[in-house]
């Protein structure tokens, strides 16, 4: 009953920025935990960022100082502002969601860093 929908992604060139949304829809009762993974060819599936009711937020050392997440609680979504982007985060990004205490998967999005 609960749906997370990304999007933003697409093609970037190196060093170029990139927005990813996640809007939740459906009767959400609570949200505890929000975040976003990613999983590129041939590589395990990794926690990208989280934030947490409270504002917690949790990043992969590989993006620290360059992603920033953030939540529009009114809007139940997520964001992920990707800067400094180069091509090791070329990957399909999900988003991740603890609601009513399940974890719900987005379908992912593609971003594609590259020249």
């Known amino acids: 009953q609960v749906q997370l929908v990304e999007s933003g992604g697409g093609l970037v060139q190196p060093g170029g920025s990139l927005r990813l949304s996640c809007a939740a829809s459906?009767?959400?009762?609570?949200?505890?935990?929000m975040g976003w993974y990613r999983q590129a060819p041939g590589k395990q599936r990794e926690l990208v960022a989280s934030?947490?009711?409270?504002?917690?937020?949790d990043y992969a050392d590989s993006v620290k100082g360059r992603f920033t997440i953030s939540r529009d609680n009114a809007r139940n979504t997520v964001y992920l502002q990707m800067n400094s982007l180069n091509p090791e985060d070329t990957a399909v990004y999900y988003c991740?969601?603890?609601?009513?205490?399940?974890?719900?998967w987005g379908r992912g999005t593609q971003v594609t860093v590259s020249s």
């Open positions: 934030i947490t009711t409270s504002g917690y937020t």
């Open positions: 991740h969601g603890r609601i009513n205490f399940r974890d719900n």
């Open positions: 459906g009767t959400i009762l609570s949200i505890h935990v």
